[in-house]
């Protein structure tokens, strides 16, 4: 028999913290079983809202409820307890407790404080099949309904995850006859014999460690559930009305992140989001029974959605036996769904879902997020749906078999979606994000401009009041002139000045100058404005690469700055430097442009893609901006950017909601090239050999940082992340992000951010507080990197954030990589001109005497080694060749993991290559890293050849210090 507490929420408890507050949870003891609810920060009235169950050996046993106040330094702080006992819930009708108020009880009589509070708590036995309905209580005004097995069938999740991990489970058929239960109860052998009083043909065994009492229904629970069945039909015929209540409360709220632990199914479907949002939490739909039926789920029982305690969330209990399987038998399981998000085009919902018969069931819930958004347009016209599913396993208590229960459970909701998502993809045709991609073309094809000739534009331009009266007026002063004879010189006048000869007139003739002059303006604006029809509206882009196509196709709402109350907008994009710039849309706070714009083909694939609208007031004069927006592809995905709409930002564009309505396609024109050829630039700036990472670690990093596919690691390397304390772990570097992750005893810390977003990088000098390491400070630009800003070590009052990395293996490798990276990504075509002439000056200065860049004139040198052997010179010339003689000959002397670049040439008859290996362990007890710069030019006879080498060691003491130079003939 199974005895289930629902904590539900605590009043009046006292005040532990020195601030007046305290931070809660409540722990539960049934004999040797433990349970603990989550910790609600700062709350002197925490609601917790979580159920537990116990299995019940002894009805003498007592539950025992403690309430505690967390300290993250010392013991937890005790706040007070009260004791139930099991009989007492036993003896009470319908085997319920609850909902009521307990008054908690110091621990000791000698206690000061004698008012602890009082927690609200419903207690009741399992019964399967049958609904209890408990009434509300007055705080909450609400109802507050009770399922007594709590089985749970989730269409959506369903039936997998950790319930597959191996557990002895036994299924025991009890059943209580009403008929004895009033003598029954007189005694405890009573009690007994009503708990284990068996049906015939109903077996026990003695051996399993688990049991789950599930009775046979009699009439009355069978009545109960018929009942049930009907009140979930009819409330099922009214989830269209509850959409529309949640609709109306949830208009601000933004579509849950997934959650941690990683998607399980990402698909678009050819369907309108609510319609599929029906069909898969709709009580009317059917897909759950089949999805049921084909997994071998039993027993399905669906809640009906309601509003629970006056809430604004929908919420329903959804339960089923999950079906045996090779390792364990059935399970029970229950999944509490809640709707996150309803705004009639985005629809998000939680499902917990918990297993407690199975092995420490007790310690883990799985959680499951549904995210429904809109689509991209289909080439045909009808909506589509981005569909995404995540999870996450939440730990109620620490286990030491944490890591085999997240394994089992990833395993689990890897099958279990499978076949979710081929029982959909039978319901809803499945969009594939290739054909998508193929009918970029054709989606394009469908914006066509408006044909307009300017002088219709401008007679809608200039059809106004000002000017209609301004030509009036003019041609009233013409016709009087013409009909006026010369007056007579007087006052101050003379020959050829003719001043007014009143205040009228002086006021006529002003009038006459500011209408003339606002006139000429309108003139010169209409022909800018017709000089900037869209600045590259038809160019296609050119070169091989990442090609980034943009269609903007209209505005919503835009701020009106003019007196006129409208705006002259366009638009400006900014992608790696480059700005495309749309038309100018003449008095309109909903433009139509249907314009594309292409961006030149690009070696890395952009980062963000900024958007600013602007109010287009003459060639001279400063443009007033009407909003911004961002479009960061690193958190976006590229299907999703297909047909959206961008809010804008800004003081202007907030107050007015305005938006835009944008296109955008991102296609490799080159296939893996890109990477293979962005690798072999930065090794030159490197000058280390720089392996392809292979696919399974490129997803691992993309799922580690929620990445999309197109983004490669380059390189990765252990450091500290200096804050308060150095925190352990791992440094990942790739194209366009810098990213750390740790996770030290459960604690992680993960964050990223762009190249772009960095302004200096300055390295501080190994001192005691660093641990005698040199330490790496990445400074960000004002403003941005906000997502980071928990792993920042300061920020300073211009709101740049300091990043701070030290204790490298290979600082010297690590250093280049960053600043080569970086130097890539974040710097400005000038500046990197200006950076390549100053080392082609200072390769200049080195090589001008003797063709030597390393120097080595001056250095006093001993000799090695010397000997005069009968082969020829292009033998040896074959060891530094880079081939076969050359790599044995380096693995003979003891060198690992030997990489080489090919030899260029860099003036005139010399020749450089990079070089990096490790040393053998009977070489260096230290396995030293090596990476060497090699320089190859001919002698003065022309009969040989010079071979000088500047080598770096890492990973030894005092490598920083020193470099080891040689040279061979």
């Known amino acids: 028999m199974k005895l289930l507490v629902r904590v539900i929420e605590a009043r009046n408890l006292p005040a532990m913290d020195l601030n007046g507050l305290s931070d809660p949870y409540v722990r539960l003891q049934l004999g040797k079983q433990k349970a603990k609810t989550k910790v609600v920060k700062k709350s002197l009235d925490p609601l917790w809202d979580e159920e537990f169950g116990f299995r019940v050996d002894d009805l003498n046993e007592e539950l025992l409820v403690s309430v505690l106040d967390e300290d993250k330094y010392f013991n937890d702080d005790f706040v007070g307890q009260l004791k139930v006992p099991v009989s007492r819930v036993f003896d009470s009708d319908d085997q319920s407790l609850g909902p009521a108020w307990y008054s908690l009880q110091p621990k000791n009589k000698k206690s000061k404080n004698k008012d602890c509070g009082e927690i609200l708590?419903?207690?009741?036995?399992?019964?399967?099949?049958?609904?209890?309905?408990?009434?509300?209580?007055?705080?909450?005004?609400?109802?507050?309904?009770?399922h007594a097995d709590e089985t749970t069938d989730s269409p959506s999740r369903s039936f997998s995850g950790p319930l597959d991990s191996p557990?002895?489970?036994?299924?025991?058929?009890?059943?209580?006859?009403?008929?004895?239960?009033?003598?029954?109860?007189?005694?405890?052998?009573?009690?007994?014999?009503?708990?284990?009083?068996?049906?015939?043909?109903?077996?026990?065994?003695?051996?399993?460690?688990?049991?789950?009492?599930?009775?046979?229904?009699?009439?009355?629970?069978?009545?109960?559930?018929s009942e049930n069945k009907s009140d979930d039909q009819s409330s099922s015929d009214t989830f269209e009305e509850l959409m529309k209540v949640m609709e109306s409360k949830d208009q601000d709220s933004e579509i849950p992140i997934n959650l941690p632990g990683g998607v399980v199914l990402d698909q678009l479907y050819q369907i309108a989001p609510a319609d599929l949002n029906s069909l898969l939490f709709s009580p009317?739909?059917?897909?759950?029974?089949?999805?049921?039926?084909?997994?071998?789920?039993?027993?399905?029982?669906?809640?009906?959605?309601?509003?629970?305690?006056?809430?604004?969330?929908?919420?329903?209990?959804?339960?089923?036996?999950?079906?045996?399987t090779k390792l364990i038998k059935a399970v029970k399981a229950t999944e509490e769904q809640m709707y996150l998000k309803d705004d009639g085009n985005s629809f998000a919902v939680l499902s917990s879902v918990s297993t407690p018969d199975v092995i420490y069931?007790?310690?883990?819930?799985?959680?499951?997020?549904?995210?429904?958004?809109?689509?991209?347009?289909?080439?045909?016209?009808?909506?589509?749906?981005?569909?995404?599913?995540?999870?996450?396993?939440?730990?109620?208590?620490?286990?030491?078999?944490?890591?085999?229960?997240?394994?089992?459970?990833?395993?689990?909701?890897?099958?279990?979606?499978?076949?979710?998502?081929?029982?959909?993809?039978?319901?809803?045709?499945?969009?594939?994000?290739?054909?998508?991609?193929?009918?970029?073309?054709?989606?394009?094809?469908?914006?066509?401009?408006?044909?307009?000739?300017?002088?219709?534009?401008?007679?809608?331009?200039?059809?106004?009041?000002?000017?209609?009266?301004?030509?009036?007026?003019?041609?009233?002063?013409?016709?009087?002139?013409?009909?006026?004879?010369?007056?007579?010189?007087?006052?101050?006048?003379?020959?050829?000045?003719?001043?007014?000869?009143?205040?009228g007139e002086f006021i006529a003739c002003g009038i006459l100058v500011l209408q003339g002059e606002r006139l000429l303006r309108m003139i010169s604006r209409f022909m800018q404005a017709r000089v900037q029809k869209g600045s590259d509206h038809g160019i296609?882009?050119?070169?091989?690469?990442?090609?980034?196509?943009?269609?903007?196709?209209?505005?919503?709402?835009?701020?009106?700055?003019?007196?006129?109350?409208?705006?002259?907008?366009?638009?400006?994009?900014?992608?790696?430097?480059?700005?495309?710039?749309?038309?100018?849309?003449?008095?309109?706070?909903?433009?139509?442009?249907?314009?594309?714009?292409e961006f030149d083909a690009m070696d890395e694939p952009p980062s963000v893609l900024d958007v600013e609208v602007y109010d287009f007031d003459g060639p001279f004069d400063e443009a007033t901006s009407l909003g911004h927006a961002e479009i960061n592809f690193l958190k976006t995905n590229i299907s999703a950017l297909a047909d959206v709409w961008i809010p804008l930002q800004g003081k202007l564009a907030q107050a007015c909601q305005s938006k835009l309505h944008l296109r955008i396609f991102l296609d490799n024109t080159r296939g893996v090239n890109v990477v293979q050829e962005y690798l072999s630039k930065m090794e030159k700036e490197v000058g280390k050999k720089i392996n392809v990472r292979s696919p399974q670690?490129?997803?691992?990093?993309?799922?580690?940082?929620?990445?999309?596919?197109?983004?490669?690691?380059?390189?990765?390397?252990?450091?500290?992340?200096?804050?308060?304390?150095?925190?352990?772990?791992?440094?990942?570097?790739?194209?366009?992000?810098?990213?750390?992750?740790?996770?030290?005893?459960?604690?992680?810390?993960?964050?990223?951010?762009?190249?772009?977003?960095?302004?200096?990088?300055?390295?501080?000098?190994?001192?005691l507080s660093s641990m005698g390491s040199p330490v790496v400070v990445m400074t960000l630009r004002p403003g941005r990197g906000m997502d980071a800003r928990h792993g920042a070590k300061t920020q300073d009052e211009e709101g740049r954030l300091k990043f701070h990395f030290q204790s490298f293996v290979s600082f010297n490798v690590a250093h280049r990589t960053i600043m080569a990276l970086w130097k890539a990504r974040s710097l400005s075509l000038e500046q990197k001109v200006q950076m390549v002439e100053e080392e082609s000056e200072a390769k200049n200065l080195q090589t001008e005497e003797g063709g030597s860049f390393l120097g080595l004139d001056d250095v006093s040198m001993s000799e090695v080694y010397s000997s005069a052997l009968s082969v020829s010179a292009s033998f040896f010339v074959e060891v530094f060749s880079g081939g076969i003689l050359d790599r044995k000959v380096m693995e003979r002397a003891g060198c690992l993991n030997y990489s080489y670049t090919p030899w260029e040439l860099e003036k005139g008859d010399i020749y450089e290559r990079q070089i990096h290996y490790i040393f053998?362990?009977?070489?260096?007890?230290?396995?030293?890293?090596?990476?060497?710069?090699?320089?190859?030019?001919?002698?003065?006879?022309?009969?040989?050849?010079?071979?000088?080498?500047?080598?770096?060691?890492?990973?030894?003491?005092?490598?920083d210090y020193f470099n080891v130079w040689h040279m061979s003939t």
């Not at 700055?561 to 994009?573: E, T």
């Not at 964050?751 to 977003?757: A, I, K, S, T």
Request: hydrophobic share 35%; charged share 20%; glycine share 8%.
């Open 121 to 146: 708590l419903t207690i009741y036995f399992s019964q399967n099949n049958s609904f209890l309905d408990l009434n509300g209580y007055a705080d909450h005004g609400s109802q507050v309904r009770k």
């Open 167 to 225: 557990s002895a489970v036994r299924r025991e058929e009890v059943a209580s006859s009403k008929e004895d239960k009033s003598g029954a109860q007189k005694t405890f052998a009573g009690r007994i014999a009503q708990m284990f009083n068996k049906h015939s043909g109903a077996a026990s065994s003695s051996t399993s460690s688990r049991t789950i009492d599930m009775p046979e229904p009699s009439e009355t629970s069978v009545s109960d559930v």
């Open 284 to 324: 009317n739909s059917s897909f759950y029974k089949s999805l049921a039926d084909l997994q071998g789920s039993t027993e399905l029982l669906i809640g009906p959605w309601k509003f629970e305690n006056g809430g604004d969330r929908l919420k329903r209990v959804v339960s089923y036996i999950k079906a045996a």
């Open 361 to 503: 069931g007790n310690t883990f819930k799985v959680e499951v997020l549904y995210c429904l958004t809109p689509g991209p347009e289909l080439p045909s016209g009808e909506q589509s749906s981005h569909f995404v599913v995540s999870w996450r396993m939440n730990f109620l208590q620490s286990t030491m078999m944490k890591g085999m229960i997240e394994n089992g459970a990833r395993q689990g909701l890897k099958e279990s979606f499978e076949q979710y998502a081929g029982l959909l993809s039978q319901s809803v045709k499945p969009v594939d994000s290739k054909e998508l991609g193929s009918n970029k073309e054709q989606a394009l094809a469908s914006l066509q401009v408006e044909p307009q000739s300017d002088w219709k534009l401008a007679v809608q331009y200039f059809a106004n009041f000002t000017v209609v009266s301004t030509i009036f007026m003019g041609l009233y002063v013409l016709v009087h002139i013409w009909l006026a004879t010369p007056s007579t010189i007087q006052g101050l006048e003379f020959v050829g000045l003719d001043l007014p000869d009143s205040i």
């Open 540 to 597: 296609k882009a050119q070169g091989d690469g990442w090609l980034l196509t943009v269609a903007l196709i209209e505005g919503n709402n835009l701020a009106a700055v003019d007196s006129s109350g409208s705006s002259d907008p366009y638009v400006v994009f900014t992608c790696n430097g480059k700005t495309r710039t749309s038309s100018i849309k003449f008095q309109k706070s909903d433009p139509q442009w249907n314009e594309i714009f």
């Open 697 to 767: 670690t490129n997803s691992a990093f993309q799922k580690l940082f929620a990445l999309p596919p197109e983004e490669f690691l380059i390189n990765d390397f252990t450091c500290h992340l200096k804050r308060k304390m150095p925190l352990q772990g791992r440094l990942f570097l790739s194209a366009r992000i810098i990213g750390f992750h740790t996770n030290l005893f459960g604690h992680k810390t993960k964050f990223f951010f762009l190249w772009e977003d960095i302004e200096d990088i300055q390295v501080v000098p190994p001192t």
């Open 920 to 959: 053998d362990k009977r070489i260096s007890r230290y396995r030293g890293e090596v990476t060497s710069t090699q320089q190859r030019s001919p002698l003065s006879d022309k009969k040989g050849w010079l071979v000088e080498e500047v080598m770096t060691f890492h990973g030894v003491p005092l490598g």
